[in-house]
């Protein structure tokens, strides 16, 4: 009897050191080459600064075939979402993360990224083996608290990927945007149309108004208009 009790013991202690560790992140360590399960120290500041009555929800979108090119950028993202999360149980707050990974073009989930966040499939231009294709990729999140809620519609290689989640995060963890006026040129920086010959021809919006409106509320102005 006393061999089983002490049976028993053990697996009693063993089970609950487990969880333990499991839920509090007990000896938590980085141990991926360069480190890119790190998080900078500002950024665990922001994170356990987070309001607790303001959970932030991160919907991630993540195609079945990504580019070489963008494979460290799917590596990164998967492992910096789940030590968000981590670091903000940490400080009392809530970050909920659903990872919708090695999701098919046109299924169910994408569908839903499309419709919902406006996360679509994006034509890239690769050179593999000597020639260049062009391949489609998914490789987004949407990140929301209360009625703010922010797109990245893909997280783009070269940038870095902490950077985006922690602008993101910031921005709809405040519950109100600033606002940015641009001026109506020539330029048409926030899109439009153009007379080319007679016909009218469309002006895509430039990349730089995409990134402000990650972070700002970007409104095009007229330097004769009102204050």
């Known amino acids: 009897w006393h061999y089983v009790a002490r049976t028993i013991a053990l697996v009693v202690f063993t089970v609950g050191a487990v969880m333990l560790f499991r839920e509090k992140d007990v000896l938590r360590q980085d141990l991926t080459e360069g ?51 981590s670091e903000a149980a940490k400080g009392g707050g809530t970050i909920e993360v659903n990872l919708y990974d090695d999701i098919e073009l046109f299924s169910e989930d994408a569908a839903l990224a499309a419709e919902r966040f406006g996360i679509e499939p994006v034509t890239r231009m690769f050179r593999e083996k000597g020639t260049y294709t062009q391949k489609q990729l998914i490789l987004g999140a949407a990140f929301r608290s209360g009625l703010e809620k922010v797109t990245v519609p893909i997280f783009e290689y070269g940038i870095p990927v902490e950077y985006e989640l922690v602008r993101s995060i910031n921005t709809v963890a ?3 945007r600033k606002r940015i ?27 730089l108004i995409d990134e402000l409106a990650k972070q700002y509320e970007v409104e095009e102005v007229t330097l004769d208009g009102p204050d």
């Open 181 to 207: 006026g641009v001026v109506a040129t020539d330029a048409r920086l926030m899109g439009g149309s153009v007379m080319n010959g007679m016909s009218m021809q469309p002006v895509d919006k430039h990349p």
């Open 35 to 85: 480190q890119v399960s790190s998080l900078a120290d500002a950024t665990k500041r922001l994170i356990r600064n987070l309001d607790d009555d303001r959970p932030i929800v991160i919907d991630a979108f993540i195609s079945n075939e990504i580019p070489e090119a963008y494979a460290q950028t799917r590596y990164e993202l998967v492992n910096l979402l789940k030590e968000f999360r």
């Open 174 to 176: 405040e519950g109100s």
